[in-house]
């Protein structure tokens, strides 16, 4: 298990970007399940929606890319390297995420060719499919 700071020796992200609390589960190169425990302090509960605060799709997706960046920059040849977005593609949204949820966030490299892969990303609330994607990434 990898705690905050543990994250940060991997992963360029500070806050408020660093959209994961903890890694329970990593295989460098090949997967890594995380946690991310959403608050009503996050910042952009401000403004999405005040009224009822909804995590956004995009940030969802950006920390499942993270979960699978600490996979992907944890392998000795990726260390100290970034990992960009290049798309997402097949992007579902099946429940809102909103303060007081724990995501369980899994990703795992289906494909990793030169300087450019894939991964397969769901978020879950308890065993409830909350966003799903696959992620293309560039190696830099």
Known sequence: MLNTKQ???ILPHRA???LVD????????????????????EPFFAGHFPQEP???????????AQVGAAALLSCDEYKG????FGGINKARFRRKVVPGDVLRLETE???IKGPMG??????YRDSEVCAEAELMFMIQ
């Open 81 to 84: 390297k970034l990992a960009f």
């Open 118 to 123: 894939i991964g397969k990303a769901v978020a």
């Open 7 to 9: 994250i940060m020796e």
């Open 22 to 41: 903890r890694i329970d589960e990593l295989e460098p190169g090949k997967r890594a399940v995380g946690c991310k425990a959403v608050t009503y302090n």
């Open 16 to 18: 408020p970007f660093l």
């Open 54 to 64: 909804v995590m956004p799709g995009v940030l969802i997706c950006e920390a499942l």
């Open 109 to 111: 490299l289906t494909k």
